[in-house]
């Protein structure tokens, strides 16, 4: 009795609504929820040109209408969910500035599906139903025609249950849930992943509410735009849970038409809240055609990878040497660097007692994409040609980074960071690490190795391998950032801290990153920035974490380069020229356990910066875990927790200041045990670091072997014609990844505003694992990856070996064809009059 009711009064509240609209001018023929629907069409291809004729012309055409069908093969009393969700819809309409309002009809009759000329003055159909077969084959090919013929269709929630027999409305909804719908709502958090799109660009990052949460049979992230997901870890998913990639609310084009569909909307309370009836106005504003939204721009096929370079020739680096670093130019030429390993048919010379001990050319690669062809614009000899073996054969240095002049146009100015091998010590085995200058003839591409002017060098160590570093950036006030590794060995302390202050070669240590990242007057495991002049000598801006001058402990202890302290092997570095925000990665230690005597496991770190700090290592590493400091007599033995927050350098391979800045969190971190591991801490702050009382911060992430590529922010550029350019849904977003590909990070992030450069977690994560492809014959191990100015993004696959080139070393181009945002411009619908 009660389903009869609530039909009664739903129908009769539709026939007066489509009688007011008939009385207006604005609908013509009987009301839609009366039965039977005349005219009837005996095919579907008769159907669709009917339809397409009948569909709500473009501007200067009728007004918006959107049907609401809440037709159910569920028995039973209807839920009081349909009532809540149309009358939201109904208040949707009438609400907000009049060029967004729409006229609503509701009906619970399917044969709306078979008169087109009916259907057809409907910009958008909404499911407002359960599950079940509630159209039979000509009802569903009605709808499939009004969706071939432009339409847009928006579903809620249980709509995905719908036409379970389905394949075509499967694609429409986008997925179907794995379980019964749930009996209870929870509260949860959703991430708001796209902040562009009409239904989430007003909502907050973090979006906290109820609902009943459904899980999916197949995740359909990649096959549709998702701008939403539910975060798993603030409720209970229950057996069918998706992990971290759990979509909620997404988007398509599909089959001529623009479908939306939310798993939200599971309760009558839901459509109460002002959020969510601003998600519903958003979504209706794209299928109604009466605004534009990208809902390609996550899709997976709509983007190309492409290889550009080709296998070198036998013996020779004619094509790219050792990959180790990319830099794009104004006019979209692609500079590329060989750190100095060459293919294996070279010598490799280990011998200290050769003077040519690990002699190598660093290479300096141009690709062109206009003649598609490659050029080796130089070389440098460096001392990088040393691989396999022990500790104390292999080594990283060589040329470590390059970047081109804010005014490289004009002066073709190119900064390189190497080792040169005329500058080694074969008696220390010492030498020194180089940022130079050197002048490019752009007419053809060629470097003139003898312009070079040598703005900033300093030691270091060469016996044992390593942590070089290597990259470079420009902020938007010429300032360069220069990265540098600490330095340092990988072993001697069970691959926890690195701060055994005992192994050294000749007086210096090489397995104390006190020696080198936590000293106040070193170079390495820092961050420089400096401000090149014109005459090949540098300033130092205002804002680096030291003056140079302070008189603490005596005076002359500190460097007035470091803007970074406290990292161990930052090959990677971007600053966003938008915000001049620093984001870096760097590899952590070898432990792959976290130890209730040293402390936590290897932790490869992300972090954005937004002003001078010290991020930690050998210290403290993810958000301020400490280790066990050691010290002589016996470094075996461990002594007190690091104080994170009072920190100081006590070794005795110190010559900078004892009171050093305290260490501040890092944005993201991940080690074998997962993503942003963190524990229970005691009353000094000591985590416990059980595992069994372990937390996952991001489930998104996981290590094992790891090595961290941090990427670029990208930038949309509205104005640039370039059909290749990555669209404006990826724009402010953070690329991070790894070197290598499985479950390691490839991934778009974004961060809150409020709490960037302050320890606070990235609020959303999106993989890009299918679009810059994985595997062995596509991008396995990613070295760097810069978006040029056309808006396509090139990526450096390092090769399948260490320390050498390979035919799978190579230059690749990733680019976007999805196209514009829909519907186009001349097909927004517009309210008469």
């Not at 003839?441 to 060629?446: E, I, P, R």
Request: hydrophobic share 30%; aromatic share 10%; net charge neutral.
């Amino acid at each position: 009795m009660g389903r009869t009711r609530q039909r009664t009064k739903r129908r009769a509240w539709a026939a007066a609504l489509a009688a007011g609209a008939v009385a207006a001018g604005l609908l013509t023929g009987p009301a839609a929820t009366a039965r039977p629907f005349p005219e009837p069409l005996p095919d579907a291809e008769a159907m669709k040109t009917t339809m397409s004729r009948a569909l709500p012309a473009p501007p200067g055409g009728a007004n918006v209408r959107v049907l609401a069908f809440y037709g159910s093969a569920a028995g039973g009393e209807e839920s009081p969910v349909v009532d809540a969700a149309i009358a939201a819809i109904e208040k949707i309409g009438q609400s907000g500035p009049a060029e967004q309002r729409f006229t609503v009809t509701a009906t619970d009759d399917p044969a709306v599906f078979t008169n087109a000329k009916k259907l057809g003055k409907f910009n958008a159909v909404t499911f407002v139903t359960g599950g079940g077969d509630v159209l039979d084959a000509e009802q569903e090919a009605g709808l499939e025609a009004y969706m071939e013929a432009g339409g847009g269709f928006l579903g809620l929630h249980d709509a995905a249950r719908a036409e379970p027999y389905s394949s075509w409305f499967t694609g429409l909804v986008g997925a179907r849930p794995k379980d019964a719908s749930p009996t209870t709502a929870q509260r949860a958090t959703v991430e708001v992943g796209d902040r562009q799109n009409p239904a989430t660009k007003d909502l907050p990052l973090e979006w906290k509410r109820p609902d009943k949460w459904l899980n999916w049979e197949a995740n359909p992230s990649g096959s549709v735009h998702t701008v939403a997901r539910v975060r798993e870890s603030t409720y209970k998913p229950g057996a069918g849970a998706n992990g971290w990639d759990h979509p909620v609310s997404w988007c398509r084009d599909y089959d001529g038409g623009r479908s939306f569909y939310t798993g939200m909307g599971g309760t009558a309370d839901a459509y109460d809240e002002a959020d969510f009836r601003g998600h519903l106005r958003g979504a209706l504003l794209w299928t109604t055609r009466i605004a534009r939204a990208d809902c390609k721009a996550t899709i997976n096929a709509n983007y190309k990878a492409e290889r550009l370079t080709q296998p070198n020739k036998p013996g020779q680096n004619d094509q790219i040497g050792e990959p180790h670093g990319l830099v794009t130019a104004p006019d979209g030429r692609v500079f590329y660097i060989g750190r100095g390993g060459a293919d294996s048919s070279q010598p490799v010379i280990t011998d200290w007692n050769n003077p040519d001990i690990g002699k190598g050319r660093g290479e300096i690669h141009v690709y062109d994409p206009k003649t598609k062809q490659v050029t080796l614009a130089g070389a440098l000899t460096v001392f990088g040609n040393k691989g396999g073996g022990g500790e104390l054969i292999k080594v990283e240095e060589g040329l470590l980074g390059i970047e081109l002049d804010p005014r490289f146009e004009q002066n073709g100015w190119v900064y390189l960071h190497y080792t040169p091998h005329s500058r080694i010590n074969r008696d220390t085995h010492m030498a020194e690490r180089y940022v130079s200058r050197f002048t490019l003839d752009q007419a053809t591409n060629k470097l003139d190795m003898g312009s070079e002017k040598v703005l900033l060098k300093w030691p270091v160590q060469i016996h044992s391998c390593c942590h070089s570093g290597g990259g470079m950036s420009w902020d938007s006030k010429g300032n360069l950032y220069i990265a540098t590794g600490d330095n340092n060995s990988s072993g001697f302390s069970e691959g926890y801290s690195g701060n055994n202050p005992q192994p050294n070669f000749k007086g210096v240590s090489f397995a104390d990153a006190r020696r080198t990242s936590g000293n106040t007057n070193n170079l390495n495991g820092k961050i420089l920035r400096i401000h090149p002049e014109p005459d090949g000598t540098y300033t130092l801006p205002d804002g680096n974490l030291f003056t140079g001058k302070e008189p603490d402990e005596g005076g002359g202890k500190t460097r007035g380069e470091i803007y970074v302290m406290g990292v161990r092997n930052p090959a990677r570095i971007f600053v966003d020229k938008k915000t001049d925000t620093l984001y870096a990665g760097w590899v952590g230690p070898d432990a792959g356990q976290p130890s209730t005597t040293w402390g936590p496991a290897k932790y490869d770190t992300f972090a954005a910066i937004t002003h001078a700090s010290n991020r930690g290592w050998p210290y403290c590493m993810g958000n301020n875990q400490p280790y066990r400091d050691r010290n002589l007599p016996d470094p075996s033995k461990p002594l007190g927790w690091y104080d994170c927050k009072n920190l100081r350098n006590e070794s005795p391979n110190n010559d900078g200041l004892v009171k050093i800045p305290p260490a501040e969190p890092n944005t993201i971190w991940y080690s074998p045990q997962g993503g942003g591991i963190d524990y229970p801490r005691d009353a000094n702050g000591v985590p416990s670091y059980k595992p069994e009382e372990q937390k996952q911060l991001l489930p998104w992430l996981k290590g094992g072997g790891q090595a961290t590529m941090n990427g670029p922010v990208y930038r949309y550029d509205a104005a640039s014609a370039s059909a290749d350019k990555w669209p404006s849904y990826w724009d402010g977003k953070w690329f991070v990844g790894d070197f290598y590909d499985g479950d390691q990070p490839r991934h778009a992030v974004l961060t809150d505003p409020k709490t960037v450069g302050k320890g606070g977690l990235p609020v959303h994560a999106e993989s890009l694992k299918k679009i810059i492809p994985v595997g062995n014959d596509n991008i396995k191990n990613l070295m760097d990856w810069k978006f040029a100015p056309d808006g396509s993004l090139y990526v450096l696959d390092y090769g399948r070996g260490f320390f050498t080139s390979d035919a799978k070393s190579a230059l690749w181009r990733v680019t976007y064809k999805g196209g514009a945002a829909t519907p186009a411009a001349a097909d927004l619908a517009r309210r008469a009059g």
